[in-house]
């Protein structure tokens, strides 16, 4: 098939969260197993090649583009997106691109979004490249199926496009002001927008988006059905429900050739499920780097996360310094955000000086080592789309505590000690009794070794490869072109 997928982020040249790595490793995938996979991102300034070949795509060059009453020109670099044959595009617009950050508050904030997904379209038209399945990826691509429909109707290059949009995190929904109508471009079709919001002054790209897709998916089976409630919808559950029959759940696949604890090189002692000994060393050789006592027997909690309100910390408020004041576990936590779950940790830390460690930052290699040498993983989202983190813990034999919500609902099977079964720790209600009554269940769990070990190696079974999800995709398309 011939699949275009158009997002805001790709790793590793352009990453805040988990929508990088999806998209990554999902067109490496559906590459491997025989499709035309053409992958766009904007060329922002922050992109780091490294020595990585970069070509113009000569036909591609300075296109002017109209948004508005703002002429832009945009053109088209290509680079090898690594661990594959795939070669990424780069849309190349200097006046909206080459700035500090991905994402800003700027005036011209939709412009960015506009000209990329516009500067799709336009690329696979000079290309002469008729896409079966245009793949979009949250609100920053959200335009991209209605703009098929109205401003590039016409093409019968785009006969027979059908569009998939994937929703990652609903809460970020590209609002935008009803006074940017005219720098859509859209003329007479400004009428396929959503009246209500016209008339509230307000336009949404995720929302245009979910109006207009032949398909809708999102990142876990839990999630799917969760985003079409008041809860979890963020504003979009009444236009979820009615177009429920469209939408499914897929669960994120894992990249285990950069997540597998027998040949990770940023482990100093590699291990598997049938020798998990050397998973005790890693812990060692942790803490012994972060200067922190190794006492034999004392479980290891681990946090790798974003440190923000959805990620649901303040649920471990009480529970971590008993748990710690009573000497029952030692603490590594590594993540950045939110000043009041940051300050926790640092107040930990000090607390409790050789039992926390906080380090206020962002390592991929930290976070595989701590990955490895944790015996628990904290992860207790009040909302989670999907969750990689909680996959990762359970392949290199971590445990996690996690909440039943989205992807951690899908993944993450509750331990039940007397049958032997289950994968991890899972709480219903996202407050503060239930990640204690969590803790303690992990805490006590770890007593039995045995059982843990029995524990480990289930969670090391689970397999959520790309290799099986990327399958359930290629279907999805299938289904999408018939």
């Known amino acids: 098939m011939k699949i275009c997928l158009a997002a805001s982020e790709v790793a590793p040249f352009a990453k805040t969260g988990g929508?990088?790595?999806?998209?990554?490793?999902?067109?490496?995938?559906?590459?491997?197993?025989?499709?035309?996979?053409?992958?766009f991102l904007p060329?922002?300034?922050?992109?780091?090649?490294?020595?990585?070949?970069?070509?113009?795509?000569?036909?591609?060059?300075?296109?002017?583009?109209?948004?508005?009453?703002?002429?832009?020109?945009?053109?088209?670099?290509?680079?090898?997106?690594?661990d594959?044959?795939?070669?990424?595009y780069l849309i190349d617009c200097p006046a909206l691109f080459h700035?500090?950050?991905?994402?800003?508050?700027?005036?011209?904030?939709?412009?960015?979004?506009?000209?990329?997904?516009?500067?799709?379209?336009?690329?696979c038209q000079r290309m002469g490249w008729a896409p079966e399945v245009v793949h979009a990826n949250d609100w920053h691509t959200g335009l991209l199926p209605l703009y098929l429909r109205s401003l590039y109707g016409w093409d019968?290059?785009?006969?027979?496009?059908?569009?998939?949009?994937?929703i990652h995190n609903i809460a970020y929904q590209g609002i935008f002001p009803g006074s940017i109508l005219p720098d859509l471009g859209l003329g007479d079709h400004a009428?396929?927008?959503?009246?209500?919001?016209?008339?509230?002054?307000?336009?949404?790209?995720?929302?245009?988006g979910i109006l207009y897709a032949d398909g809708l998916s999102t990142v876990s089976r839990t999630h799917a059905r969760e985003i079409q409630t008041e809860r979890y919808g963020f504003g979009l559950d009444r236009l979820l429900r009615a177009r429920s029959d469209r939408l499914v759940g897929i669960v994120n696949g894992v990249d285990y050739g950069d997540w597998d604890p027998a040949g990770d090189p940023h482990l100093p002692h590699p291990y598997g499920a049938d020798d998990l000994d050397p998973k005790e060393s890693n812990k060692q050789h942790l803490l012994e780097q972060l200067a922190m006592p190794y006492r034999q027997g004392l479980p290891l909690l681990g946090v790798v996360s974003r440190l923000t309100h959805q990620k649901g910390f303040d649920l471990t408020f009480e529970a971590l310094p008993e748990c710690l004041a009573a000497g029952?576990?030692?603490?590594?936590?590594?993540?950045?955000?939110?000043?009041?779950?940051?300050?926790?940790?640092?107040?930990?830390?000090?607390r409790f000086p050789g039992q926390v460690c906080f380090i206020r930052a962002y390592s991929n290699e930290l976070a595989h080592l701590i990955e490895a040498a944790a015996d628990i993983f904290l992860m207790p989202s009040r909302y989670e789309p999907c969750g990689l983190n909680q996959m990762y813990s359970l392949k290199y034999g971590t445990p996690p505590i996690?909440?039943?919500?989205?992807?951690?609902?899908?993944?993450?099977?509750?331990?039940?000690?007397?049958?032997?079964?289950g994968t991890g720790f899972v709480f219903e209600h996202a407050d503060v009794q239930g990640f204690r009554w969590a803790l303690n269940q992990a805490l006590e769990a770890y007593g039995d070794r045995a059982g843990w070990r029995r524990l480990q190696q289930n969670g090391m079974a689970q397999d959520f490869s790309w290799q099986r999800q990327g399958a359930l995709y290629e279907e999805l398309y299938r289904r999408l072109a018939s």
């Open 19 to 39: 929508l990088a790595d999806v998209v990554a490793a999902l067109s490496r995938d559906l590459s491997r197993r025989g499709h035309d996979v053409r992958t």
């Open 43 to 82: 060329f922002y300034s922050r992109i780091d090649l490294g020595e990585a070949p970069l070509h113009a795509v000569e036909f591609l060059q300075r296109i002017p583009l109209d948004i508005g009453r703002q002429r832009y020109h945009f053109s088209v670099a290509t680079t090898p997106l690594p």
């Open 84 to 88: 594959s044959s795939l070669w990424v």
């Open 99 to 123: 700035r500090s950050s991905l994402y800003g508050n700027d005036p011209d904030e939709h412009h960015r979004f506009i000209l990329f997904s516009r500067a799709v379209l336009e690329s």
């Open 156 to 166: 019968r290059l785009f006969a027979d496009t059908k569009t998939l949009l994937t």
């Open 191 to 208: 009428r396929l927008l959503h009246q209500e919001d016209l008339a509230a002054d307000q336009i949404g790209f995720l929302k245009t």
């Open 328 to 350: 029952r576990a030692q603490l590594i936590a590594l993540g950045t955000g939110e000043r009041s779950v940051e300050r926790f940790f640092q107040g930990l830390q000090q």
């Open 402 to 421: 996690v909440r039943r919500t989205g992807g951690l609902a899908d993944t993450v099977e509750p331990w039940d000690g007397s049958r032997r079964e």
